[in-house]
């Protein structure tokens, strides 16, 4: 049995980091993507469904009302709250999802999950805490070697850490 153990930990200590860290950009990417997608209209893109409205975006009027009516966040009127998440939930996906700047993306998405967990949805914390074990090893480890982080800091080994 521990040669079957020791077997088994050898090969999956082989599972390469940048496949790891590829998979948990793109899933953590589709989570908060597919979000903001619900508090826009005028253009959507969704490549498993095969969804691509390529206009001008602008913020929903359900999105404005969530915010009034269920996330009530103190300090924030619900406009901005609203135009706040849905800028968040588009821009730092994708450079997640590039891989650039991912470190401090998914720094941004993680404040975004604390948010959502003690002021919104303080009931979800096995989804919330499955997000920040993503959103904490992509920070702790960085987006792994398919990335433009890592093209980046080859390139320019002084401004930007390796990966």
Known sequence: MTEFVSRLHALFARIPYAATALLARFSIAAVFWKSGQTKV????????????NLGWPHLS???????REEYKLPLLP???GATLAALGEHAL????LLGLATRL????????TAVIQLLVYP??????G????????????GPGTVSLDHLL?????ATVPAY
């Open 130 to 141: 499955t997000w920040a074990a993503l959103l904490l090893m992509l920070m702790t480890l």
């Open 153 to 157: 800091s080859r390139r320019y080994p």
């Open 61 to 67: 009027g359900s999105a404005t009302a969530l915010f």
């Open 105 to 112: 993306s998914a720094a941004g998405l993680l404040a975004m």
């Open 78 to 80: 619900p406009e901005l």
């Open 41 to 52: 209209e005028g253009f959507a893109i969704d490549i498993v469904d095969g969804t691509f």
């Open 123 to 128: 009931g979800a914390y096995p989804t919330h």
């Open 93 to 96: 996906p994708i450079l997640v």
